[in-house]
């Protein structure tokens, strides 16, 4: 069947996006033919930051994919009953028809064949335009964007590595660029193939790019070695692999507190600073940056601000999910005098997140991975390899907790079991990412159990409804692909 796929871009339309100056504005090209598109430097570098753009769309992980990974957890109460804004996502009962699944899916594979286009057009003629030097850069960073476009959809469309040590069925691969119509049908890879060429993508990736320090635009909004090294902790713990974890974890996190980085990334003191302008704190790996120009802030319904913060001036979100009363923020060991809870906003009775307060059209940039979360990924690796109580893991945990809240140390006489540390390891991760994506990918990966809320029950591992199926749109045109339902 000939079919223009689902994440197929016309490479002279779509592909052909750049950025105002390092904020990743779109600003499409005219038509104009293959070859012309890497023709001049200015031309691939405006394909080059059009990479960001579409990865950074509301569809994707400049929004909706963060929400729809907390909004499964147990945090949170649907205030709006919109199917729109993820309520569906939120029961737990989405099918391959939900908007959410479908929006996703083909952004994410958007993001994907847009990366195979550029790294096909860089091949045929645009190393020969820039150089070597600068080409092995550009490539290299469409390596981190198909990569991290990869692992997100592996989190929700996939079942974990831990299910059959990564031999259930993964993704699609695509590592060629579709641009025309055609028969694009292909089977999916398994889990542990997926991972595979993510990590494939990220090496490669690490090896070209260079070692640019904190602090700078340029250091937060685009992939440099340093961005690399702390995607693939988080793989390497998704798939279980700790000492690997461990060992990508000293080349970001010194052997000693306080901690820091050889490019200068540390924990900021206050935490609020990271989710305020400029966005681009020591703390800060990697985030997608938006601006209030027409077309470079998120889409209508898929703004982080919109859906977590409330209607309550000067607050202008639409509210569309509190925190329940029975979730994280009912954790006895979480302080009132902790920092993070002033990012907590009460409205009557009820609480709201509120890391993104920048009110309509809601540009706070979306932090995609920052150093705490490299922190806690570190402390975990080691509590799991190491029995008894460790002490480097102690020592993370209580950095990540001290910046918020210096009156909790956890020590070897609180903690007494290996597994009372990784419990306390987790429990800080889910207080100090809130609002930020993982909570879902946390359940799953650690093989946990979808708490029941409200009126609905608990998912078990062992659901239908603990992975999400394939999108429909996949479905009808890929005849090659087989869903998880």
């Not at 798939?239 to 490019?263: C, H, I, N, R, W």
């Not at 982080?304 to 509190?322: D, H, I, R, V």
């Not at 509120?354 to 080691?382: C, G, H, M, Q």
Request: net charge neutral; charged share 20%; with cysteine.
């Amino acid at each position: 069947m000939k079919k223009i796929s689902v994440y197929t871009l016309l490479l002279a339309t779509v592909l052909a996006s750049s950025c105002q100056k390092d904020k990743l504005d779109p600003r499409p090209a005219s038509d104009m033919p293959d070859y012309m598109v890497f023709e001049t430097k200015e031309r691939i570098a405006s394909q080059y930051n059009g990479l960001y753009t579409v990865l950074k769309h509301g569809r994707f992980l400049g929004g909706k994919f963060q929400i729809a990974n907390e909004v499964r957890g147990e945090d949170y109460l649907n205030e709006r009953a919109n199917n729109v804004t993820l309520q569906a996502t939120w029961k737990r009962i989405v099918g391959n028809e939900v908007q959410e699944v479908k929006e996703i899916w083909s952004q994410g594979y958007l993001a994907i064949n847009n990366a195979n286009l550029f790294i096909d057009g860089m091949a045929a003629k645009g190393n020969s335009v820039v150089g070597d030097s600068l080409g092995k850069i550009y490539v290299a960073e469409a390596k981190f964007v198909r990569a991290i476009s990869y692992f997100s959809l592996l989190q929700l469309f996939a079942r974990p590595y831990w299910d059959g040590n990564g031999s259930k069925p993964g993704l699609i691969l695509y590592t060629e660029g579709h641009k025309d119509k055609g028969n694009y049908s292909k089977a999916r890879s398994t889990t542990a193939e997926t991972y595979a060429q993510i990590l494939k993508d990220l090496n490669e990736a690490e090896a070209a790019l260079p070692k640019v320090n904190a602090g700078s635009t340029a250091a937060v909004t685009h992939a440099n070695y340093y961005t690399v090294v702390a995607l693939k902790m988080r793989v390497y713990l998704h798939m279980g692999q700790y000492d690997k974890v461990v060992a990508e974890g000293a080349k970001l996190v010194s052997a000693a507190a306080p901690f820091t980085s050889p490019g200068g990334h540390a924990l900021v003191p206050e935490i609020a600073k990271v989710f305020q302008l400029p966005y681009t704190t020591s703390e800060s790996i990697f985030s997608l940056p938006f601006t209030s120009t027409v077309g470079d802030y998120p889409g209508t319904q898929t703004q982080l601000g919109y859906y977590f913060t409330p209607k309550a001036p000067p607050l202008q979100g639409n509210g569309e999910y509190s925190l329940l009363p029975t979730g994280i923020i009912s954790d006895k060991g979480w302080k009132d005098g902790d920092a993070r809870r002033k990012l907590l906003t009460a409205v009557g009775s009820k609480y709201y997140m509120t890391k993104y307060a920048v009110p309509s059209p809601f540009t706070d940039w979306a932090p995609i991975i920052r150093y705490a979360e490299v922190l806690l990924n570190l402390a975990e690796a080691k509590a799991r390899l190491n029995t008894g109580v460790d002490a480097g893991a102690l020592e993370l945990l209580n950095a990540v907790r001290h910046r918020s809240d210096p009156t909790v140390t956890f020590t070897a006489a609180t903690l007494t079991t290996q597994q009372a540390l990784i419990d306390a390891i987790l429990n800080e991760k889910h207080i100090e990412l809130l609002g930020e994506g993982f909570r879902s990918m946390e359940v799953t990966r650690t093989g946990a159990t979808f708490a029941a809320r409200a009126t609905y029950v608990a998912v078990p591992p062992t659901s239908s409804a603990y992975i999400w199926p394939i999108s429909s749109d996949e479905l009808v045109y890929n005849k090659l692909c087989v869903d998880n339902q």
